[in-house]
T-cell receptor
Framework: DGGITQSPKYLFRKEGQNVTLSCEQNLNHDAMYWYRQDPGQGLRLIYYSQIVNDFQKGDIAEGYSVSREKKESFPLTVTSAQKNPTAFYLC?????????????FGPGTRLTVT | AQSVTQLDSQVPVFEEAPVELRCNYSSSVSVYLFWYVQYPNQGLQLLLKYLSGSTLVKGINGFEAEFNKSQTSFHLRKPSVHISDTAEYFCAVSSNAGGTSYGKLTFGQGTILTVHP
């Protein structure tokens, strides 16, 4: 089955540690996205990538980093510089043309930093 | 810049009653509009979308929405809800300003629909 996988589903880290969230898709989509979700705030875009080896900052990129070495993979690193990292993180992807506006989402990773 | 406002943070209804979840947007250019649904601790699933054409859009699970350009609204409706419709619903807007192929979505804050027996 085609889709997006995110692992792990739950992640716990101590403050000051970097942590990497995995996102893999087998939909052959060119574009991939990372969102952060906080209660009552909807989804906010962290980073996006339209093609391999290229990515752009979204609305809240500070304290995060990404890479796009393969079409299928778009890992997100939450660094110790992120002041409030505890949140639900969602990865999405889309295909070119008008379909780029229809994004497919993974199941999410809930990160808790204490 | 574009923005989305979902007018109700929570909507409680009884099973088999009709429901309307309200969404207003602001944008200086033509827009594409979406409704997504999120069940607890899961990702988002596309319910329906408006890209062009008929302003009444039908989606999955019996939902529909109407694009009203003059009122800049895209309200979501269902004539008879089920317990299984309990979830959080997000309205989203995107524009094709500049012809970019990047599909930037701006999401509303979400509306939690709770269906009671």
């Amino acid at each position: 089955d085609g889709g997006i996988t995110q692992s792990p589903k739950y992640l716990f880290r101590k403050e000051g540690q970097n942590v990497t969230l995995s996102c893999e898709q087998n939909l052959n989509h060119d574009a991939m996205y990372w969102y952060r979700q906080d209660p009552g705030q909807g989804l906010r875009l962290i980073y996006y990538s339209q093609i391999v080896n290229d990515f752009q900052k979204g609305d809240i990129a500070e304290g995060y980093s990404v890479s796009r070495e393969k079409k299928e993979s778009f890992p997100l690193t939450v660094t110790s510089a992120q002041k409030n990292p505890t949140a639900f993180y969602l990865c999405a992807s889309s295909s070119p043309g008008l379909a780029v506006y229809e994004q497919y989402f993974g199941p999410g990773t809930r990160l808790t930093v204490t | 810049a574009q923005s989305v406002t979902q007018l109700d943070s929570q909507v409680p209804v009884f099973e088999e009653a009709p429901v309307e979840l309200r969404c207003n947007y602001s944008s200086s250019v033509s827009v594409y509009l979406f409704w997504y649904v999120q069940y607890p601790n899961q990702g988002l699933q596309l319910l329906l979308k408006y890209l062009s054409g008929s302003t009444l859009v039908k989606g999955i699970n019996g939902f529909e929405a109407e694009f009203n350009k003059s009122q800049t609204s895209f309200h979501l409706r269902k004539p008879s809800v089920h317990i299984s419709d309990t979830a959080e619903y997000f309205c989203a807007v995107s524009s094709n300003a500049g012809g970019t192929s990047y599909g930037k979505l701006t999401f509303g804050q979400g509306t939690i629909l709770t269906v009671h027996p």
